[in-house]
């Protein structure tokens, strides 16, 4: 029998994806589950339910809401926070470069530094210079990545994942999936892993 | 300086309201922290947010997730659950018979005892007749707090409430307030109560 492991949906847009971003390496490892990561696109997950924007920005009240939360549980989680001038921003090089790094063992790293760049620095992750920035602050050469993103089998597994994220019945970000259980939110991490771990 | 208090939003037509109402006696009692029960009605809040059927039926995929959810959480929370023939209910009644009750020792029973004929025994909490026979599993008199449901300080208190959950920026439920501070979804109770007695 496959060990269970958890699979950890993300878009670089999404807010509550940060602080899951940070959370997960530390809590599935307490927890002795492995993880995948499964980068995605929430535009067409939205677009699929006839939303064209963040249903942050759709219901404004939601959205003043979300970003109070964010202060409240990254300063809990110890992450810097500050709301980004754009939001939400495209995530799409960001999910290419994090399939492009694959199961490199510094991906976890990746995936933070993408989001602090988002939600800590407000910078422009869609922009290569920017991307480029998080690799090199991991001491990795950004080229042979950035490089990658453009590579067709990489454009296709990111289309890929965010059908099958479709087809799993995700709806928004974070998500994580155990099998064919679905769990909605950050603050379903902590039921996924026991799931995964039972 | 006045004891920190937890108030608790709740409409019977939610969910997860259900959930909550279970544990907020439990999960308060042990935190030691004061609840204020407050029942309002999500119709007018979900108006003023252009929707006009719950968020749950307007996107099916969403819908989908939460019931396999209400399952899970019901199934680790020790709960009934049997998706109801209708949903959502029409939860008017119950708010005022909620009101109606006022601070009587019994009030989170009979809430609780509500949303169980809903979500458990799929009966039509918007009828006397239902409401009663929850009265009278608490063995209460029912007679005088179904006549209370049809005064005008009930009513208004209700229409109150509602108004008042709209102006503190709540849009769904359950909800709870620790002050200005506003806490969203049966997931976030214990963020809620650990904010009261900090």
Known sequence: MPQPHLEFWFEFAST?????ASRVPRLAGAAGVPVVYRPFLLGPVFGAQGLTDSPFNVYPVKGAYMWRDMERLCADEGLAMRRPSVFPRNGLLGARAAIAVGREPWLPD?????YTANFAEDL???KPEIVARVLRGLGQD???VLARTQDQDVK???R???DEA?????FG???FTVGTEVFWGNDRLDHALAWAAR
Do not use: Q, R
């Open 16 to 20: 509550y994806s940060y602080v899951a």
């Open 166 to 170: 479709m087809a799993k019945g995700i």
């Open 142 to 144: 950004p080229e042979p």
């Open 110 to 114: 990746f995936v933070l530094g993408v």
């Open 156 to 158: 296709d597994t990111l």
């Open 173 to 175: 970000a974070p998500t």
């Open 124 to 126: 422009e992750i869609s």
């Open 160 to 162: 890929a994942n965010t």
